[in-house]
């Protein structure tokens, strides 16, 4: 529909063929949605449409061959990092582990693998994975890994009503669909789509007044009357929401990119933090190839921890990925590897870098902890630098 930026490369003639289904039933909706969607929608039905969705059909996504890279499959340190904060957990609430949005499955092989070698596997890891291309990918892989112990792993589509234990997850948060909001003077409009001759077009809507997106821009903008443009995620803080109700005993780590409030409605901030992610280039058209590329917003991490201290739970740590994992011992499984193995510890230094560095995902990825009924400081936040929500 939209023109390819140029600068993108051009996808296979099936890929191709692929969005262009995609796109022609996001089109159909919007006709029959009346004319109009709302960008939250458009998001929804680009990432996770049936068969057709960048999230629920078979793009390869993950790794150097995909279109980014993501923590657990930089290195398996962070998942051994992990692995020390979930048995600290489990040793004091016992119950599963569960894992939102699992992707390839390699956090949850490397993170059970870690556990199991030091003899504190749990009798279930959960993997919540709504896509059901991805479910089979980390099917193959566990049985690849975990031949001996397949049946400690089982899939879900839906969160369990009562929860215990352990839950993780890393970049999920940041591909539920969010809306987008403008303030054009004194007036809120909310971002949509809509159809032109040319394919999609961006169309801003008055709100419904005294919707709660409403008063939450006007709750969260930064003052003014100047052009403002950002994201609002009422889905996410949803999920949180539910995740912190649900939890009887035991604590839920979210990482991910993103700032808390203040930072993310800063006055210069004034584009939002949508973006895309095709084959490792970053851009800010979600009209490009619609099922082809990640459509991700930034996290308001306040937002998120609100959502969880309104369900009753306690925000239990707000830190940096950098900290978080140094607090986890990251240094030293690092310094302890066998120095004869040189190869193996460039990579692993190189792999260090890229998930502690300021100007990787050290500082940029943030992690919340929330819990109830865990009183004990948690290993990942004990040494790290806390920062405000
Ligand atoms: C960017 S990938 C991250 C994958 C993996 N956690 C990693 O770090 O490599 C996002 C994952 O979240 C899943 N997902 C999307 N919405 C979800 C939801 N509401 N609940 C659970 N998982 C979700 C996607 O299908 C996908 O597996």
């Known amino acids: ?29 919007i006709v029959a949605e009346g004319d109009w969607m709302p960008f939250s929608r458009f998001m929804e039905m680009a990432l996770y449409e049936p068969g057709l969705g ?30 020390l904060q979930a048995r ?30 030091q003899g504190a596997a749990p009798q279930t890891y959960l993997m919540l994975e709504p896509s059901p291309d991805l479910r089979e990918r980390q099917q193959r892989l566990i049985a690849e890994r975990h031949p001996q112990h397949r049946d400690h792993f089982t899939w879900i589509t839906e969160l369990p009503p009562k929860l215990r234990g352990f839950v993780i997850a890393n970049e999920v948060l940041d591909v539920v669909p969010c809306a987008l909001v403008r303030r054009d003077g004194d007036k809120y409009l909310e971002r949509g789509v809509a159809l032109t001759d040319a394919g999609f077009a961006w169309d801003d809507q008055p709100m419904a007044p005294g919707s709660d997106l409403e008063r939450r821009v006007e709750a969260a903008f930064p003052p003014g009357d100047y052009d403002y443009l950002s994201e609002v995620n009422l889905a996410a803080e949803g999920l949180v929401r539910t995740i912190a109700a ?10 991910d990119y993103g700032f808390a409030e203040r930072e993310y409605y800063h006055p210069q901030r004034s584009m939002g933090t949508m973006r895309c992610h095709y084959r490792h280039r970053f851009h800010g058209d979600p009209f490009f190839l619609p099922g082809l590329q990640d459509i991700t ?93």
């Not at 529909?1 to 993108?8: D, H, K, Q």
């Not at 999230?55 to 923590?71: L, N, P, S, V």
Request: with cysteine; aromatic share 8%.
């Open 246 to 255: 649900s939890l009887e005993a035991g604590v839920a780590i979210f990482i």
């Open 1 to 29: 529909m939209a023109p390819a930026e140029p600068t993108l490369p051009p996808p296979p003639p099936e890929a191709a063929e692929h969005s262009r289904v995609l796109a022609e039933r996001i089109a159909e909706a």
């Open 54 to 83: 960048y999230y629920a059909a078979g793009a390869r996504k993950f790794g150097a061959e995909g279109d980014f890279i993501t923590a657990p499959e930089v290195s398996p340190l962070f998942a051994r990092c992990i692995a």
């Open 297 to 389: 917003a930034h996290v308001d991490f306040t937002a998120m921890a609100k959502a969880a201290e309104a369900a009753g739970a306690d925000v239990l740590g707000f830190t940096t990925q950098a900290y978080f994992l140094i607090s986890c011992g990251l240094a030293v499984m690092v310094s302890a590897g066998d120095p004869t193995m040189t190869l193996s510890r460039l990579q692993s230094t190189s792999a260090v870098h890229r998930l502690i560095s300021p100007a990787e995902m050290g500082e940029l990825f943030k992690v919340l902890a929330i819990g109830r009924g865990f009183d004990a400081p948690l290993l990942g936040f004990q040494s790290a630098r806390p920062l405000q929500l």
């Open 88 to 117: 600290q957990v489990l040793e004091a609430t016992g119950g599963p582990i569960l894992e939102l949005g699992p992707g390839s499955g390699v956090l949850a092989a490397d993170l059970f693998a870690e556990l199991l070698s």
